[in-house]
């Protein structure tokens, strides 16, 4: 079974610093797709960023990259030029056509932007 | 385009109690979920669903029943509430698969006393 693991609680920043945050996986799989969700106090989730698995390049959108290691089956997520409303916390997602409906998660990184 | 609806958004219930929280989405997507939310342990899958009429496990279903009659519904039943279903739901749909990602509802908190 496919797992995912965020192994950063909590983490912080200097407004207009860089910070990167950690996400492992695990699958047996060639083919899937990762992703990178933002959960603000609003409690709304967001999807900030998407990683194919059989696409080389990191993906990026604006402030957010990706780095996608894929021997490695690591995927951290670099968030340069904080902001406050950068405030969040950040879930990595796994999901593949094998294993088609389900959505995987790890345990979601806190992140706060200080002033 | 409302995207996801959760409804309700806030709900308290009792110890042994029944009750659905709904889900519709207007975007005629064919997957929809289920996921509950607790500190330090991420979105959990509940339920979900591939399509009108097929629906399956996730990695918690106990305590839980999900129908999906029609692409647009797929409710939640917790059949007899327990203090442990305190939690924050979220439903999430999807086009055809996850390879573009869910959208997600706004979530429901419930509380089990």
């Known amino acids: 079974a496919q797992t995912v693991t965020q192994s950063q609680p909590e983490m912080s920043v200097q407004e207009a610093e860089t910070v990167t945050l950690s996400c492992t996986y695990d699958?047996?799989?060639?083919?899937?797709?990762l992703f990178w969700y933002k959960q603000p106090p609003s409690r709304q989730m967001i999807l900030v960023i998407r990683?194919?698995?059989?696409?080389?390049q990191n993906a990026t959108e604006n402030r957010f990259s990706v780095n996608f290691q894929k021997a490695a089956k690591s995927f951290s997520l670099k968030i340069s030029d904080s902001q406050l409303g950068d405030t969040a916390m950040y879930f990595c997602?796994?999901?593949?056509?094998?294993?088609?409906?389900?959505?995987?998660f790890g345990q979601g990184t806190t992140l706060q932007v200080k002033p | 385009n409302a995207g996801v609806t959760q409804t309700p958004k806030f709900q308290v219930l009792k110890t042994g109690q029944s009750m659905t929280l709904q889900c519709a989405q207007d975007?005629?997507?064919?997957?929809m979920s289920w996921y509950r939310q607790d500190p330090g342990m991420g979105l959990r899958l509940i339920h979900y669903?591939?399509?009108?009429?097929?629906?399956d496990q996730g990695e918690v279903p106990n305590g839980y029943n999900v129908s999906r009659s029609t692409t647009e519904d797929f409710p939640l039943r917790l059949l007899s509430a327990a203090p442990s279903q305190t939690s924050v739901y979220f439903c999430?749909?999807?086009?055809?698969?996850?390879?573009?990602?869910?959208?997600f509802g706004s979530g429901t908190r419930l509380t089990v006393v």
């Open positions: 669903s591939v399509g009108a009429g097929i629906t």
């Open positions: 990683q194919e698995a059989y696409k080389q």
């Open positions: 999430a749909s999807s086009l055809r698969g996850g390879f573009y990602g869910y959208t």
């Open positions: 699958t047996s799989e060639s083919n899937y797709y």
């Open positions: 997602a796994f999901w593949s056509h094998s294993n088609t409906g389900k959505l995987i």
């Open positions: 975007m005629n997507h064919e997957y």
